[in-house]
């Protein structure tokens, strides 16, 4: 059983601050900070240039890529990482649509995160030639998938409402309609059991600065399942993807399996943070995440259910429909959301009414859920929360 005490003392917290909101920025490990501060002394500050080979900063990306490869089912040498995740995005589905050249559909639905709609309404746009991009209701993309589709583009966990797609019985089903499938794992990696493998998924992508604590800006991961490795077709062809980068060919060559992934010039001082936050990860498995994780969530709704019945759940009831995160609906969630946080209990809000707490035991244990429950339980029993100076909205909400 995994000691939580001894992984929440690896972690920064701010006193006072009760974090809720690690499925948006995870806190900062403490071995994070030195890491970064030994790899900007040792190696960019003595070392140079030739830190590239002397410090291994050229294989960085495929060796972070194995460790959180671990995380998500994906064999050795299946994932690199790099980029953001609306780029990993990009990639992942031109290729895939490449691989499925016989059809033009890609099919979404009106819960993915906007930037993964938004990035394949770009690509489609360049492609032209009566590609799509159809979008259905979640609960509708199992029976929108059929032989007119040409690649499945869905995160498993609704960033809004923490509502969990099965992966394993959409995968299947995509195949047997001759489709490809593009996870995206940004709500999922860190944060609940993923087998991509078990799963047979073609690509996964997802970010690492939520559930894996790379910190702000901290790069994307893309997995590619090793049938496709040395086939799929890299649309953003950088040098770093190319098979022999210091060869300065004037023509692209892919590299070697997800090496083709690559684009340019890795983020060497955000890989550095994210290989120490990865240390958290030997003193747990996954299993024990999920089910320290639940706990802590049906003790946040049974709580809030009880002490604030002005508050509508918005994620599932079903522990196995959703993922590690809870939320509530108020019309005036932006403003209540603010009011917790000027009492030290951080969670966020999505447009138009969403309360959003996310729930990681790594650093959370049940007194914080009890702390968090009573404190929102002041903040709407007094509506504290009806201030304008709660109601103005900042840029990033
Ligand atoms: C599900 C999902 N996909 C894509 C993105 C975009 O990620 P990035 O800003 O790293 O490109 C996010 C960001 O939160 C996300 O939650």
Redesign the pocket.
Do not use: G, Q
């Given at each position: 059983m995994t000691d939580f005490t001894a992984t929440r003392a690896m972690f920064h917290i701010p006193d006072g601050v009760i974090y809720l909101d690690g499925n948006?920025l995870g806190p900062l490990p403490k071995a994070a900070e030195a890491r970064v501060a030994r790899t900007i002394r040792e190696e960019w500050g003595e070392l140079l240039i030739t830190a590239w080979n002397k410090a291994g900063w050229m294989a960085q990306p495929a060796r972070v890529g194995d460790r959180v490869g671990a995380l998500i089912g994906a064999g050795p040498g299946t994932v690199v990482m790099g980029d953001?995740?609306?780029?990993?995005?990009y990639q992942a589905l031109a290729s895939a649509l490449e691989l499925n050249p016989g059809r033009r559909v890609v099919l979404s639905d009106s819960g993915?995160?906007p930037?993964?709609l938004y990035i394949a309404e770009g690509l489609l746009r360049t492609l032209g030639d009566g590609y799509e991009l159809r979008i259905v209701a979640p609960e509708e993309v199992e029976q929108a998938i059929d032989d007119s589709i040409a690649v499945t583009l869905i995160?498993e966990v609704d960033?809004r409402t923490g509502r969990k797609h099965d992966m394993q019985r959409l995968t299947r089903k995509a195949h047997d309609a001759g489709a490809l499938t593009v996870w995206?794992l940004?709500?999922s990696a860190g944060a609940l059991p993923v087998d991509v493998t078990g799963c047979d998924v073609d690509f996964a992508v997802g970010?690492t600065?939520?559930y894996l604590n790379s910190g702000p800006g901290g790069p994307?991961f893309i997995y590619v399942a090793p049938r496709h490795a040395d086939r799929a077709r890299p649309a953003l062809s950088g040098w770093l993807g190319h098979e022999a980068p210091f060869a300065f060919e004037p023509t692209y060559r892919p590299g070697r399996g997800i090496e083709r992934m690559r684009v340019g010039t890795p983020p060497v001082l955000q890989l550095a943070a994210l290989e120490a936050a990865l240390d958290v990860w030997d003193m747990t498995t996954m299993e024990d995440i999920r089910t320290a994780s639940l706990e802590l969530q049906n003790r946040f709704i049974a709580g809030v259910e009880a002490a604030c019945p002005q508050l509508e759940l918005a994620s599932p009831r079903d522990d196995a429909m959703r993922g590690s995160q809870v939320s509530f609906r108020h019309p005036e969630g932006y403003a209540i959301m603010q009011a917790l946080i000027a009492r030290g209990v951080i969670g966020d809000f999505r447009a138009p009414d969403i309360l959003r707490f996310g729930f990681t035991p790594l650093f959370l244990g049940p007194d914080d859920v009890d702390g968090a429950v009573k404190i929102l339980a002041e903040v709407m029993e007094r509506s504290l929360w009806d201030r304008p100076d709660y109601k103005t909205r900042a840029a990033v909400t």
């Open positions: 948006s953001t995740l609306s780029v990993k995005v993915n995160f930037s993964d995160t960033y995206d940004a709500h970010c600065y939520k994307a």
